[in-house]
T-cell receptor, first 115, second 111 residues
Framework: NAGVMQNPRHLVRRRGQEARLRCSPMKGHSHVYWYRQLPEEGLKFMVYLQKENIIDESGMPKERFSAEFPKEGPSILRIQQVVRGDSAAYFC?????????????FGQGTRLTVV | SQKIEQNSEALNIQEGKTATLTCNYTNYSPAYLQWYRQDPGRGPVFLLLIRENEKEKRKERLKVTFDTTLKQSLFHITASQPADSATYLCALYNQGGKLIFGQGTELSVKP
């Protein structure tokens, strides 16, 4: 059973371009979470999705950011018109169920650099 | 809102000693608390989960305690090794159902 797969591992975008980050959860996992991590900082929750539904997007900026988890295919975190402040590591996690005693399985992250 | 605080200062210890990391939380009484390990350039990896009715949980050289009165969890690594050097994160599901993390404590074990 492959782990959580994120791609690309590294992404360089110029200011104003779009960034698309992909996350394939572990097989059988229907819950996906996206986090952002800045250097020397902890993981900040962005959005929680369950197949085809956004459950909680309270940590995601209202503008320029969007996320989806279609019935088929990976979850996508999309950042439009990127700015330098978007440079960070973005991690995706998945779980088979949602609950306080559920561990999250993380991917290796996508490191976005905006130049 | 719920907050998790970990000692942001790096912890440097000698090989063979016990490392103790602290996690404090506020404005919430979680039923479960989790600990993760994160190596540079990699995603966090789950280590242990402890329930509120468990005072202590062990896994090999790891031990976690959970004091719901103090709103604190302690994470111990006994007989530490250089390979234990990493950042350790505590996490809990807040009232909104989100898994939130502390900022992590970087542990460095010197040979």
């Amino acid at each position: 059973n492959a782990g959580v797969m994120q791609n690309p591992r590294h992404l360089v975008r110029r200011r104003g371009q779009e960034a698309r980050l992909r996350c394939s959860p572990m097989k059988g996992h229907s819950h996906v979470y996206w986090y952002r991590q800045l250097p020397e900082e902890g993981l900040k929750f962005m959005v929680y999705l369950q197949k085809e539904n956004i459950i909680d997007e309270s940590g995601m900026p209202k503008e320029r950011f969007s996320a989806e988890f279609p019935k088929e295919g990976p979850s996508i975190l999309r950042i439009q018109q990127v700015v330098r402040g978007d440079s960070a590591a973005y991690f995706c996690a998945s779980s088979p169920v949602q609950g306080p005693d559920t561990e999250a399985f993380f991917g290796q992250g996508t490191r976005l650099t905006v130049v | 809102s719920q907050k998790i605080e970990q000692n942001s200062e790096a912890l440097n210890i000698q090989e063979g000693k016990t490392a103790t990391l602290t996690c404090n939380y506020t404005n919430y009484s979680p039923a479960y608390l989790q600990w993760y390990r994160q190596d540079p350039g990699r995603g966090p990896v789950f280590l242990l989960l402890i329930r509120e009715n468990e005072k202590e949980k062990r896994k090999e050289r790891l031990k976690v305690t959970f004091d719901t009165t103090l709103k604190q969890s302690l994470f111990h690594i006994t007989a530490s090794q250089p390979a234990d050097s990493a950042t350790y994160l505590c996490a809990l599901y807040n009232q909104g159902g989100k898994l939130i993390f502390g900022q992590g404590t970087e542990l460095s074990v010197k040979p």
